[in-house]
């Protein structure tokens, strides 16, 4: 059976591949199978994935909100947009988790320019920039070209030392994020130019997919209890996790919830921060 990507490549239907998916949302295998069953049997030739994904979510929906909402991950990154400002301020909760000191939206002067910075970090004595690409459209991806605009800006940056974390630091290290995909060249100039790269699928076993299962980091707009509206109040309250609910349950007050759909969004965080 031939199925249509986002891409718009033509790929045979890949029920393994499916069934991935299903089990990092946390449910069991009985409804793991009996989903992938009802999808099996609903396909037909040249169905869109999205249609697929669409579906499964739904289903996944009906066993738990918790599950449709690990499902709705890479969705829920393209909703930090549409700039990107929220990418940017989740990538920084992510290196926070991992024992970096974060900062957002910086103008640093380098030998010859000032630049904005999306990130800056720091771990072990080590200052470090972070680049964000953000995409909204799934099939988009990072070419060669951003890394290397990106290795020229790092080049002038580290020319001169800079005060941001209490002293006089050169900025030792660069990274590019992207919600998305690198292309093979973008990945190949990094690797030889000594940057940093990481995407929905890069590098492999520790990339944007994977790194929300380690403490749990998914962003508040993986919720399904919520609207898009409710969503993007949160956003503006600088609430960028869904843990981060648990602690600022007012929040949710203050953008007009009612007391019982509060219960029910609380409900489904407590449930979506059980790391599977």
């Given at each position: 059976?031939?199925?249509?990507?986002?891409?718009?490549?033509?790929?045979?239907?890949?029920?393994?591949?499916?069934?991935?998916?299903?089990?990092?949302?946390?449910?069991?295998?009985?409804?793991?199978?009996?989903?992938?069953?009802?999808?099996?049997?609903?396909?037909?030739?040249?169905?869109?994935?999205?249609?697929?994904?669409?579906?499964?979510?739904?289903?996944?929906?009906?066993?738990?909100?918790?599950h449709a909402a690990r499902y709705?991950?890479?969705?829920?990154?393209?909703?930090?947009?549409?700039?990107?400002?929220?990418?940017?301020?989740?990538?920084?909760?992510?290196?926070?988790?991992?024992?970096?000191?974060?900062?957002?939206?910086?103008?640093?002067?380098?030998?010859?320019?000032?630049?904005?910075?999306?990130?800056?970090?720091?771990?072990?004595?080590?200052?470090?920039?972070?680049?964000?690409?953000?995409?909204?459209?799934?099939?988009?991806?990072?070419?060669?070209?951003?890394?290397?605009?990106?290795?020229?800006?790092?080049?002038d940056l580290r020319e001169r030392?800079?005060?941001?974390?209490?002293?006089?630091?050169?900025?030792?290290?660069?990274?590019?994020?992207?919600?998305?995909?690198?292309?093979?060249?973008?990945?190949?100039?990094?690797?030889?130019?000594?940057?940093?790269?990481?995407?929905?699928?890069?590098?492999?076993?520790?990339?944007?997919?994977?790194?929300?299962?380690?403490?749990?980091?998914?962003?508040?707009t993986c919720l399904t209890t919520?609207?898009?509206?409710?969503?993007?109040?949160?956003?503006?309250?600088?609430?960028?996790?869904?843990?981060?609910?648990?602690?600022?349950?007012?929040?949710?007050?203050?953008?007009?919830?009612?007391?019982?759909?509060?219960?029910?969004?609380?409900?489904?965080?407590?449930?979506?921060?059980?790391?599977?």
């Amino acid at each position: 059976m031939k199925i249509i990507k986002h891409s718009g490549d033509i790929v045979d239907f890949d029920p393994e591949k499916l069934r991935k998916s299903l089990m990092k949302s946390g449910a069991d295998d009985l409804v793991v199978e009996d989903i992938l069953h009802k999808i099996s049997s609903e396909i037909y030739e040249g169905i869109s994935t999205k249609k697929i994904y669409k579906r499964a979510f739904a289903l996944l929906k009906k066993e738990a909100n918790s599950h449709a909402a690990r499902y709705n991950l890479r969705s829920a990154l393209q909703s930090l947009g549409p700039a990107g400002f929220f990418f940017e301020k989740y990538i920084a909760r992510l290196f926070d988790a991992e024992g970096y000191q974060t900062v957002t939206n910086l103008i640093l002067p380098g030998k010859c320019v000032s630049h904005e910075i999306d990130v800056l970090i720091k771990k072990d004595n080590e200052l470090e920039m972070i680049e964000c690409k953000f995409h909204s459209a799934r099939e988009n991806k990072s070419d060669v070209k951003v890394p290397l605009y990106v290795f020229s800006r790092f080049n002038d940056l580290r020319e001169r030392k800079q005060i941001v974390f209490s002293k006089n630091e050169i900025i030792s290290k660069c990274w590019i994020v992207t919600n998305n995909r690198f292309t093979s060249d973008a990945i190949v100039f990094a690797k030889c130019s000594g940057m940093n790269l990481l995407s929905w699928d890069y590098p492999k076993g520790n990339n944007l997919k994977t790194k929300n299962d380690i403490d749990c980091l998914y962003p508040v707009t993986c919720l399904t209890t919520l609207s898009l509206v409710e969503k993007d109040k949160l956003l503006i309250l600088d609430v960028i996790l869904a843990k981060e609910l648990i602690n600022n349950s007012d929040k949710l007050e203050k953008i007009g919830l009612s007391s019982n759909r509060i219960k029910n969004v609380l409900k489904e965080v407590r449930e979506l921060v059980r790391c599977i």
